[in-house]
Every structure is written in structure tokens, then in C-alpha cells.
Nanobody, 123 residues
Framework: QLQLVESGGGLVQPGGSLRLSCAASGFTLDYYAIGWFRQAPGKEREGVSCISSSGGSTNYADSVKGRFTISRDNAKNTVYLQMNSLKPEDTAIYYC????????????????WGQGTQVTVSS
């Protein structure tokens, strides 16, 4: 059974950094693209970043370009999201999810959603 578990969230001041982890169990991530998504209170879930199964292709939402970096370590079966220069508007629950090989596809094409990790950016 495919299962993803997010961790690394917390409370951070504006301008600070966090690194989120998305760990897989029950399957190998080698054949899956992994996306990071977030949902703030009262807002729809939105895509943040995605990395292809090989790691050769990544994409980012315009709102996080230049501040967030996605990476993967298939040996550890884990995908990371390094978040720098955090802003209050980055406050949300962050989720990871998987789809086969490539990042192309809308949110419904992703599956095996984790339970999410809360990120709060506040002074």
C-alpha cells in the first residue's frame, strides 16, 4: 500500500527557513513524480512544486520560485522541499502526493496523499 508521510513543518518567523520531508513507505519512489501542495484556511489546495521520478525535471508555482527548492533522494525514499525566505502568505498545511513518472497533470491526477504538515510563518 502506497503511503506518504510529511514532516518538518512548524512555526517560523518571516524570512526564516524550513525543510519539509515526504517519506514513502510500502513502495519505492523510483517510478513516481512527487508533488508538494498546500492549502490555507478558506482557500483551495494549490500546487507548490513537483519533481519527476528521475529528478531531472522540476517545476514551481510563481509565488515560490527562487525561494523554494525541491529535491529527492531515492536511496532514502524521500523527497524534500527546502523553503527559504518564508512569508506569512506561505502559511498553510503542506501535503505531498504521487503520480506516475512525470509532473504533468492536474491535482486530481495525484494520489497517495499524506496527512499534511502545518507551516506557520508569523512574527
Amino acid at each position: 500500500q502506497l503511503q506518504l508521510v510529511e514532516s518538518g513543518g512548524g512555526l517560523v518567523q518571516p524570512g526564516g527557513s524550513l525543510r519539509l520531508s515526504c517519506a514513502a513507505s510500502g513502495f519505492t519512489l523510483d517510478y513516481y513524480a512527487i508533488g508538494w501542495f498546500r492549502q490555507a484556511p478558506g482557500k483551495e489546495r494549490e500546487g507548490v512544486s513537483c519533481i519527476s521520478s528521475s529528478g531531472g525535471s522540476t517545476n514551481y508555482a510563481d509565488s515560490v520560485k527562487g525561494r523554494f527548492t525541491i529535491s529527492r533522494d531515492n536511496a532514502k525514499n524521500t523527497v524534500y522541499l527546502q523553503m527559504n525566505s518564508l512569508k506569512p502568505e506561505d502559511t498553510a498545511i503542506y501535503y505531498c502526493a504521487a503520480r506516475n513518472y512525470y509532473c504533468s497533470g492536474a491535482i486530481p491526477s495525484f494520489s497517495s496523499w499524506g496527512q499534511g504538515t502545518q507551516v506557520t510563518v508569523s512574527s
